[in-house]
């Protein structure tokens, strides 16, 4: 852990694709954070990356790249096939992890990495960046202000041949719930309040004729979430949240708009800077994890959180 009053944090980064590249762009805009080396499977793409950002360093292997920067920081974004073996060899060393989400290619990997983080003494964070949007933000200071209970309707769609399509193996496309639903899972674990108490299913998961998945959702706080996922059809991704005084809309997520009780007009929340200028929730994201390295309170999604929404995904679909 680096001294929480060091005016320096460095950042190195294990994948070259376009998640790092936009991790890599929200850290070297923050005060305090410098960009330190790069290692990727495939060189030369990882050398574009670091002539594109401003990372002074290539290293041709895991343990090359913290022998050379000693980074502070390591950010893990690579192939939902290749976590396991990455997170494996960087759990070697002791710098603080930020991995892109899923923390692994279904719910048994992940545990098997938090094990294997808890054994080695590992903080590991994970990149919920959703939960940083300024939309995402916007809702979650007008429901903490107010002590009212909450409805919240995910609305989910996915496509199997679509992700085929794009590249991905097949066994990553049986597990695509745990690859792309978890964007929008995870609005029920950050939106409602307390742990997960009861999940009914309405609507089952037919791995055989995917269509569409339906279930109820109860916290032990009394809010209530309903998930819907449409799989092969159309549908936007959109997230509500009711309260009695007053309702949310995220569709896209990027955009929140309310509406007040007794009222009818539709209130359009203005995007933020961040969100303009990064990827959306990045660089929020970036400033609560230095936050979370400093030792001062902060809102980095840890390891664990992330494993309650994978959980709350294997209950769902009822996969392991």
């Excluded at 719930?177 to 997960?196: E, F, K, P, Q, T």
Aim: charged share 25%.
């Amino acid at each position: 852990m680096p001294d929480p009053s060091s005016s320096s944090l460095s950042v190195a980064f294990i994948g070259a694709g376009g998640m790092n590249r936009e991790h890599s762009k929200a850290f070297a805009s923050l005060p305090g954070a410098k960009l330190a080396g790069i290692h990727s499977r495939t060189r030369g793409k990882a050398e574009t990356l670091a002539a594109e950002c401003g990372i002074p360093l290539v290293a041709d292997s895991i343990a090359e790249l913290h022998e050379a920067t000693k980074a502070d920081l390591l950010v893990i974004a690579v192939p939902e096939m290749s976590i396991r073996a990455v997170a494996e060899q960087a759990f070697q060393f002791p710098w603080t992890i930020l991995m892109e989400k899923p923390p692994g290619k279904d719910l048994e990997e992940a545990l098997h990495l938090e094990s294997l983080a808890q054994k080695h003494g590992r903080t590991v964070y994970v990149g919920l960046n959703r939960r940083f949007l300024g939309s995402t933000e916007a809702v979650l200071d007008d429901i903490h202000s107010r002590n009212e209970p909450r409805f919240v309707r995910v609305e989910d769609q996915q496509s199997l041949e679509t992700a085929r399509v794009i590249g991905h193996p097949e066994e990553i496309v049986q597990r695509w719930m745990y690859a792309n639903s978890i964007h929008l899972m995870d609005y029920l674990r950050s939106l409602c309040r307390g742990s997960v108490k009861k999940i009914t299913p309405i609507t089952p998961w037919r791995p055989d004729a995917p269509s569409y998945v339906l279930a109820a959702v109860e916290f032990d706080s009394g809010d209530v979430g309903l998930y819907e996922s449409t799989w092969n059809g159309p549908g936007p991704w959109t997230v509500t949240v009711n309260t009695p005084g007053r309702r949310w809309e995220l569709r896209p997520l990027e955009q929140a708009k309310f509406i007040n009780a007794g009222e009818r007009a539709l209130n359009e929340v203005p995007q933020t800077d961040n969100d303009k200028s990064f990827k959306p929730g990045f660089r929020r994201q970036a400033e609560e994890v230095l936050k979370a390295l400093r030792g001062v309170p902060n809102r980095a999604p840890t390891l664990a959180s992330a494993i309650e929404t994978m959980r709350l995904i294997s209950t769902i679909f009822q996969v392991a």
